[in-house]
């Protein structure tokens, strides 16, 4: 698993779209499970016809959503790549 970090600019708005200056982070399975309470229907975002989004927040603050795709459907693997 990973997660995309983008650096905020003290210029820069929250909304803003720009990907300049991100950065990954490998994030394990576990630390997953922690930050979203093992995906609880608390931190469930919503759902979708591939799967569900949930928030967390991880040991050292960071607040993120991870994706939950359903495996068992053929779009939605094939989505996974793009």
């Known amino acids: 698993m990973f997660i995309k970090r983008r650096k ?27 930050g979203t309470g093992a995906f ?16 967390g927040i991880l040991s050292y603050g960071l607040i993120i959503s991870a994706k939950v795709f359903n495996l068992q459907l053929e779009k939605a693997v094939k989505s996974i790549g793009t």
């Not at 990907?19 to 994030?27: T, Y």
């Not at 975002?45 to 591939?50: A, E, K, Y």
Request: charged share 25%.
């Open 8 to 34: 905020q600019d003290k210029t820069e708005s929250p909304a803003s779209d720009t990907l300049i200056g991100s950065q990954w982070r490998g994030v394990s399975y576990i630390e997953l499970v922690r």
């Open 40 to 55: 609880s229907e608390a931190s469930l975002l919503g759902r979708g016809s591939f799967g569900s989004a949930y928030k």
